[in-house]
């Protein structure tokens, strides 16, 4: 039996569902927008220690949430990712717990 290691199986190759591709924020997704402003609100979010779920608490706090609250596995996780977002938002009046 001969060793294929070198090729693999099969070969990975992107493919376009929409015609557009967007690579960067625009305007009507932008949290700094006023239309989004979540100026009054307090939002849960899980996973907020990692991925996608500090990334939507990054973005909550970019659209003005009074408070972000976020869950996640481990403590050390969650309170690296509290310091990060404090030190990223300490202009803002967002206040964060974990």
């Keep these: 039996m001969p060793n294929n290691a070198e090729s693999p199986a099969f070969v990975y190759k ?8 967007h690579t960067s924020v625009y305007d009507a997704m932008d949290p700094s927008q006023p239309s989004v402003s979540q100026a009054g609100k307090t939002v849960f ?3 907020g220690s990692a991925g996608i779920g500090y990334a939507i608490a990054n973005n909550f706090a970019l659209a003005g949430a009074d ?8 403590r ?10 404090t030190h990223d938002h300490s202009d803002c009046d967002t206040k964060f717990e974990a």
Excluded: F, N, S, W
């Design 67 to 74: 408070k972000i609250i976020i869950t996640g596995r481990t």
């Design 14 to 21: 992107p493919v376009p569902l929409t015609k557009k591709l």
């Design 45 to 47: 979010i899980t996973g």
């Design 76 to 85: 050390q996780k969650l309170d690296e990712a509290m310091a990060r977002l």
